[in-house]
């Protein structure tokens, strides 16, 4: 998986964050407090991403289907489906849990421009939607119950079936289109035997 990350040096996080946190005290701007965000997340070591670049970097499935997913940590199955020029990705199979929010509790809406849309959206009434298997995460980088459900795995979907996937990341939504990245790790065989049990329930 090919993570479209924003390439920010830490020192230079570190002085922007000062020159933005100065800002912020006098007079606020919604630009200003997601580049603050950004800066702080850089300046702590964490790598911050754009997800529609990396969902649309990671390309589509013949039936137009992203091949990049992102969920709720704390949730067994990802549903997705397109949404106009947005593709949603959701906790249960129903268009209803997104209404137009970028991130609620339910979902994320990841909005891509025409060039970056599949062809088979092209088709007049196209509508295709899947399922997949979330990622396991490994004890030493799992979130506690009390935090879990701030933090969304993202991972490369082989295919929109119940087939276990291979190398996830652990990620949290900073502002508008920018998350940051707080583990990558690759599932064992092991670990996919367990979770394609799953599938089978």
């Known amino acids: 998986m090919e993570l479209q990350t924003l390439d920010i040096p830490e020192d230079e996080a ?20 997601a ?46 489906w397109w949404d106009g020029s947005s593709v949603i990705f959701g906790d249960r199979d129903d268009w209803r849990v997104n209404q137009g929010a970028l991130v609620n509790g339910h979902s994320v809406r990841v909005a891509l421009a025409g060039d970056e849309l599949p062809p088979v959206l092209q088709r007049p009434n196209y509508w295709r939607s899947g399922s997949a298997l979330v990622p396991l995460i490994p004890p030493g980088i799992r979130p506690r119950r009390s935090r879990i459900r701030g933090f969304h795995v993202l991972w490369e979907v082989e295919e929109w079936t119940r087939q276990p996937p291979r190398d996830p990341a652990l990620v949290r939504h900073l502002r508008g289109d920018m998350w940051t990245v707080h583990a990558v790790w ?11 049990q799953r599938a089978v329930r």
Not at 22 to 33: H, M, P, V, W, Y
Not at 45 to 71: C, E, K, W, Y
């Open 14 to 33: 570190r002085a922007k964050l000062a020159e933005y946190e100065q800002q912020l005290a006098s007079e606020r701007t919604a630009e200003d407090a």
């Open 35 to 80: 580049l603050r965000a950004a800066y702080r997340a850089a300046s702590r070591g964490l790598q911050v991403i754009s997800l529609p670049r990396t969902v649309a970097a990671g390309g589509f499935h013949d039936n137009g289907l992203p091949r990049i997913a992102v969920v709720r940590a704390d949730v067994p199955e990802c549903y997705a």
């Open 186 to 196: 690759g599932l064992t065989e092991l670990e996919r035997s367990v979770l394609s």
